[in-house]
């Protein structure tokens, strides 16, 4: 599951998890500045909480049509960055339980 934190805006259930990101279902239609929302992983059957987990949006590719415009990102997938030697050890364990 993820949940971003605080007036929780988006929930939804983790459909792929690595070391390097996640992409999660849900509706994330109207999902606000994500530079602005913490993102927080919780695996209640482990009781494993990952708070405010450093995030980039993973920018979506485009078809090189000639127009110039900026990047379009997506809005359920997230690629991690910059965690610390104590997040990556909690994204392990929770790792090895999600596996199975």
Do not use: C, W
Not at 50 to 72: C, D, E, F, R, W
């Amino acid at each position: 599951m993820v949940l971003y934190k605080s007036e929780p805006q988006v929930m939804g259930q983790v459909t792929n998890l690595s070391v390097g990101g996640i992409a999660f279902g849900g509706n994330t239609i109207g999902l606000p500045d994500t530079e602005n929302v913490q993102l927080d992983l919780l695996m209640t059957e482990k009781g494993i909480y990952l708070h405010n987990i450093p995030y980039t949006a993973v920018p979506i590719m485009t078809s090189g049509n000639g127009k110039k415009k900026g990047p379009a990102f997506r809005t359920n997938a997230f690629r991690f960055k910059h965690l610390d030697v104590e997040k990556k050890g909690q994204l392990r364990e929770l790792l090895a339980h999600h596996v199975g």
